[in-house]
């Protein structure tokens, strides 16, 4: 698949554009893709996806925005839907745009058979528009528009908010079903202060997580992809109430116990992926208190994965 950046764009052939911030490429998104890519096949044309390279919302929702996906990890799942390019643009370079102004700038840039976009697609300056104005506009171009109907699940519409919201709240399992994978975090391991070590629990540490959705603090049965092989894993995500009572202000840490493995993993990148949350993190009164409880969340996952596929 080719990513290209809209302001050096060279695609010369026809092809059907998808549009959308596509976070977390989602059943939704996925729907949409797919539908794309068999208009374009039947067309004998390239199908492509529009998108940014900074979610809109981010630029324009409260500063406690969050992602499903890095642009690294959005491009790498669209690409594996069969997309055959990726067109990336900045928002601020558009966001000030009429509705007309966008879509002409879209035919301009690129050389548009048709556009694929969600019922829901908002587009213009202060959103404006929506997928009606957009099929309008541009039919006076000559270029169709295919409105995709929102996919419903469990009673409710599957969304990017919606599916941020369920890993906010612990719910990784139904975030999973509706996002079509696990939700994973996806960096590079540091050092920490060998508590799990002294335990008797050795874990890896993750500190960075690039403004991805922190899933609600707790325990959780997952899997650990390392040097491209899959373990089991127990994570605790949250602020280590029970040893940093006394620190100020400390960091959401990813400590991962991985089941099964002996190594060395400082520096590695490591992709944790959250399967089912065990339990809620508390304090616990000492440290004898903390390595039952780890016992027992180790022998959950043991149990979870006797039935759940790694």
Same mark, same amino acid.
């Not at 998808?18 to 004998?44: Q, T, W, Y």
């Not at 745009?97 to 829901?120: H, M, Q, R, T, W």
């Not at 996002?179 to 799990?196: A, D, P, Q």
């Given at each position: 698949?080719?990513?290209?950046?809209?302001?050096?764009?060279?695609?010369?052939?026809?092809?059907?554009?998808?549009?959308?911030?596509?976070?977390?490429?989602?059943?939704?998104?996925?729907?949409?893709?797919?539908?794309?890519?068999?208009?374009?096949?039947?067309?004998? #044309?390239?199908?492509?996806?529009?998108?940014?390279?900074?979610?809109?919302?981010? &630029?324009?929702? !409260?500063?406690?925005?969050?992602?499903?996906?890095?642009?690294?990890?959005?491009?790498?799942?669209?690409?594996?839907?069969?997309? *055959?390019?990726?067109?990336? *643009?900045?928002?601020?370079?558009?966001?000030?745009?009429?509705?007309?102004?966008?879509?002409?700038?879209?035919?301009?840039?690129?050389? +548009?058979?048709? &556009? +694929?976009?969600?019922?829901?697609?908002?587009?213009?300056?202060? !959103?404006?528009?929506?997928?009606? *104005?957009?099929k309008r506009i541009m039919q006076s171009k000559g270029i169709e528009t295919h409105v995709i109907p929102s996919i419903s699940l469990y009673g409710d519409i599957v969304s990017s908010t919606r599916i941020r919201n369920l890993i906010s709240c612990g719910d990784v399992e139904m975030a999973s079903e509706l996002?079509?994978?696990?939700?994973?975090?996806?960096?590079?391991? #540091?050092?920490?202060?060998?508590?799990?070590r002294q335990l008797g629990f050795p874990t890896v540490n993750q500190l960075e997580y690039e403004n991805k959705t922190i899933p609600k603090f707790g325990v959780y049965a997952c899997v650990c992809t390392l040097d491209e092989k899959r373990y089991k894993g127990v994570v605790n995500v949250g602020v280590r109430?029970? #040893?940093?009572?006394?620190?100020?202000?400390?960091? &959401? &840490?990813?400590?991962?116990?991985?089941?099964?493995?002996?190594?060395?993993?400082?520096?590695?990148? +490591?992709?944790?992926?959250?399967?089912?949350?065990?339990?809620?993190?508390?304090?616990?009164?000492?440290?004898?208190?903390?390595?039952?409880? #780890?016992?027992?969340?180790? *022998?959950?996952?043991?149990?979870?994965?006797?039935?759940?596929?790694?």
């Open positions: 698949m080719k990513i290209t950046d809209m302001g050096n764009c060279s695609m010369q052939q026809k092809c059907v554009l998808a549009l959308g911030n596509f976070d977390g490429v989602h059943l939704g998104h996925r729907r949409l893709l797919e539908e794309a890519a068999a208009i374009a096949g039947k067309a004998g #044309v390239l199908s492509g996806v529009y998108t940014f390279r900074e979610n809109s919302k981010s &630029v324009l929702a !409260a500063e406690n925005f969050s992602l499903l996906t890095t642009e690294q990890e959005k491009e790498q799942i669209i690409s594996e839907c069969g997309a *055959d390019f990726i067109c990336c *643009d900045d928002f601020s370079k558009v966001r000030g745009l009429s509705p007309e102004e966008f879509c002409g700038y879209i035919a301009k840039k690129l050389d +548009v058979k048709a &556009v +694929v976009c969600g019922e829901n697609y908002t587009f213009g300056k202060n !959103a404006s528009a929506g997928s009606e *104005d957009l996002l079509g994978y696990r939700y994973f975090i996806k960096t590079k391991v #540091v050092h920490g202060k060998e508590l799990g109430p029970t #040893v940093s009572q006394n620190t100020e202000n400390p960091p &959401v &840490v990813f400590e991962t116990h991985l089941l099964d493995y002996a190594g060395n993993a400082y520096g590695k990148s +490591v992709c944790v992926e959250f399967c089912k949350m065990l339990r809620e993190e508390k304090k616990f009164a000492s440290l004898d208190e903390l390595r039952i409880a #780890v016992m027992k969340n180790i *022998d959950d996952t043991y149990r979870y994965f006797e039935k759940a596929p790694l």
